[in-house]
Nanobody, 127 residues
């Protein structure tokens, strides 16, 4: 069973950048596909980005494509979300999640496919 801990959230102005990290422990990290999701106040949790086990495949929500970049370092058991050109609409609690899959290139955008979740890190973008 893998445990996930997010870090790197904070307060930033519109147009600024943040880099979130997701540290994993307790499992063979390279066997897990990782996704980032977010939940804004009063809204449902939504998909942000995901990366395959090897890092060779990625997927992004249309609202963040071109501004956010997901990457992973399997040697460090970590996944990162580089967020640039932040907008007030990006304000949310950001979660990383892990999905055990036998398919190396699989990338899922569906929350129900993920088995393990972190506690989240808050990102606030101010104008």
């Amino acid at each position: 069973q893998v445990q996930l801990v997010e870090a790197g959230g904070g307060l930033v102005q519109v147009g600024g950048s943040l880099r979130l990290s997701c540290a994993a422990s307790g499992g063979t990290f390279s066997l897990y596909q990782i996704g980032w999701f977010r939940q804004a106040p009063g809204k449902e949790r939504e998909f942000v980005a995901a990366i395959s086990r090897s890092g060779g495949a990625t997927s992004y929500a249309p609202s963040v494509k071109g501004r956010f970049t997901i990457s992973r370092d399997n040697a460090k058991n970590a996944v990162y979300l580089q967020m640039n050109s932040l907008e007030t609409a990006d304000t949310a609690l950001y979660y990383c999640a892990a999905r055990s899959t036998a398919y190396g290139s699989a990338v899922s955008t569906r929350q129900n496919n993920y088995n393990y979740w972190g506690q989240g890190t808050q990102v606030t973008v101010s104008s």
